[in-house]
C-alpha cells in the first residue's frame, strides 16, 4: 500500500497534538495505536471514513474522530476520508441512498422539489427522512466493509508480492554467485 504517500500528507502525530484546540483530549491523542500506519488501522480507517460519509449527520467528522480512538484506527486517515461527502458530493450521495431506501422499503421515489421551509421539512420528513436513513445504513455498511475487505486483501497481497521478489532476487544473487565461482 502507499505507505510513503500516506505518511507524506497525513498530519503528524506532534502536529495534531500541538493543536491548542484539541488539549481537551488529555493523553487520547497519544495513543501510538492511533497514528500508526499498518493494514489493521488503515483497513478499519477506511471502514469508519467510508461508512460515516455515506450517513447524513452534522459533525462526521467529530464522529470519525471518536470512532477511531475507540477501535484503534489510523485518526487522521479516518477524518480525512469523511470528506468524500463534501458540498459537491452530498447531493448524488444522499439522493442515491434515499432511493436504495425507498426500493428496500418498495415505496415510490417522490420527484425532486425542496422548500427551505419548516412545514415543507415537518410534513415531508417521514416520506423522505425514512427512505433515506434506511438507503444510508445500507450503502454505508455495503461501502465501508466492502474498503475493509478491499485494503486487507489488497494489503496481504502487496506483502506477499514484495516478498517473493526478495525470495526471487535472493536466489539470483545466490545462483550468480555460484557461476562466478
Known amino acids: 500500500m502507499p505507505k ?7 498530519p503528524s502525530p506532534e502536529k495534531v497534538q500541538s493543536i491548542e484546540s484539541l488539549r481537551f483530549l488529555g493523553d487520547i491523542l497519544h495513543e501510538p495505536n492511533l497514528w500508526h500506519i499498518n493494514r489493521h488501522s488503515v483497513s478499519r480507517a477506511f471502514l469508519i471514513g467510508l461508512f460515516l460519509s455515506f450517513i447524513p449527520m452534522p ?8 470512532m477511531a480512538i475507540w477501535i484503534n484506527a489510523n485518526l487522521p486517515l479516518s477524518v480525512a476520508l469523511v470528506w468524500i461527502s463534501n458540498p459537491l458530493t452530498m ?4 439522493y442515491f ?12 421515489v417522490l420527484a425532486f422539489e425542496f422548500q ?13 427522512g425514512v427512505p433515506l436513513y434506511v438507503g444510508s445504513i445500507v450503502v454505508a455498511t455495503a461501502t465501508g466493509c466492502s474498503a475493509y475487505l478491499i485494503i486487507q486483501y489488497l494489503w496481504r497481497r502487496k506483502i506477499r508480492t514484495d516478498w517473493q521478489v526478495r525470495r526471487f532476487s535472493r536466489k539470483a544473487r545466490k545462483k550468480a554467485r555460484n557461476q562466478a565461482s
Open 91 to 94: 447531493p448524488p450521495i444522499f
Open 59 to 66: 459533525f462526521q467528522m467529530a464522529a470519525a474522530a471518536g
Open 97 to 108: 441512498n434515499y432511493k436504495v431506501g425507498a426500493w428496500i422499503l418498495d415505496r415510490p
Open 116 to 128: 427551505l421551509s419548516w412545514s415543507w421539512l415537518s410534513s415531508r420528513l417521514m416520506e423522505i
Open 4 to 10: 510513503k504517500f500516506m505518511k507524506r500528507y497525513l
